[in-house]
């Protein structure tokens, strides 16, 4: 069976009961989306039915909870958001700024915070000039938030999904954000 995933907790909550009240299935697959973990997960663990969140990234799904029926299949977006860097650090000496640009959304934002937390230990001395979170799909990025990520020594869009990922990079090209990127950093990834 396969059900929709739009849709705010909620909805999913509703949807995930039916599934397994109604229509008995034997486990559930699925969840992209880090909005659903709240709803869901509690509700897999009071129905005890396994649950497999194959592409939820968000680390808050085991680190502030505990379940029994709910498992993940992909590592957290932590060691995607450090991993970068690690890499700036040892290969960019002269780095003095850093300006980030994400979108708003559990995703970006814990990205986000993973990303300041680890070059705050990794490198202290570089500051952070800038930190935007367009909102999820608008597609237009302020000449502000472009200008403040061109004028750092390093650029960071996160993630960027679809349809914003043309966007931003329509935008950002003839503001030079992207001939600044060092290799490496500034991962960008398209909707499946």
């Excluded at 396969?2 to 034997?26: C, F, M, P």
């Excluded at 699925?30 to 659903?36: H, T």
């Excluded at 960027?160 to 490496?184: E, Y």
């Amino acid at each position: 069976m396969v059900i929709d995933e739009a849709g705010a907790s909620t909805k999913q909550v509703t949807e995930y009961r039916n599934l397994v009240q109604k229509q008995q299935v034997d486990f559930v697959v699925g969840y992209i989306l880090q909005r659903e973990l709240p709803g869901v997960a509690p509700v897999a663990d009071e129905l005890q039915k396994l649950t497999i969140f194959f592409d939820c990234g968000s680390p808050r799904l085991f680190e502030e909870n505990t379940y029994k029926h709910v498992f993940r299949t992909r590592a957290t977006m932590v060691m995607d958001a450090v991993a970068p860097r690690c890499y700036l650090a040892e290969t960019r000496p002269d780095l003095k700024s850093v300006a980030g640009i994400n979108q708003n959304y559990a995703y970006g934002q814990d990205s986000w915070r993973d990303f300041e937390a680890a070059l705050k230990v990794l490198r202290p001395e570089v500051e952070i000039v800038a930190s935007h979170m367009p909102k999820f799909g608008a597609g237009q990025y302020g000449r502000g938030d472009l200008r403040a990520c061109a004028g750092a020594s390093a650029g960071d869009p996160q993630q960027f999904l679809g349809s914003d990922l043309d966007s931003f990079l329509t935008q950002a090209k003839p503001r030079g954000l992207l001939r600044q990127q060092p290799a490496g950093i500034g991962r960008c990834r398209a909707a499946p």
